[in-house]
């Protein structure tokens, strides 16, 4: 069973920072391409940006292209979403995931973290 484990959250001022980490149980990570999703109250859960299992790929919406950086450590079997520059409507849970190599669809999920960008 694959268990991932949020942390970095909080709460932070508009044009703050936070690193969120993601840690992963197994022997198999760097197999698999990580994601990291948001949702915010009343809203769909959205896709912030994913990684493949080597690191060497990168995807990112539009709305935090350089603003967020994802990275993994798979030394350590974690992933990371660092954000800068943050905004009010970057307010959500987030929440990392795994995606399948069969089926491409993201299978396990962690618990989610808050963030909360307020003045």
């Known amino acids: 069973q694959v268990q991932f484990v949020e942390s970095g959250g909080g709460l932070v001022q508009p044009g703050g920072s936070l690193r969120l980490s993601c840690a992963a149980s197994g022997r198999t990570f760097s197999s698999y391409a990580m994601g990291w999703f948001r949702q915010a109250p009343g809203k769909e859960r959205e896709l912030v940006a994913a990684?493949?299992?080597?690191?060497?790929?990168?995807y990112y919406r539009d709305s935090v292209k350089g603003r967020f950086t994802i990275s993994r450590d798979n030394a350590k079997n974690t992933v990371y979403l660092q954000m800068n520059c943050l905004k009010p409507e970057d307010t959500a849970v987030y929440y990392c995931?795994?995606?399948?190599?069969?089926?491409?669809?993201?299978?396990?999920w962690g618990q989610g973290t808050q963030v909360t960008v307020s003045s």
């Open positions: 990684i493949s299992g080597s690191g060497g790929y990168t």
């Open positions: 995931a795994r995606r399948s190599v069969l089926t491409t669809a993201y299978d396990y």
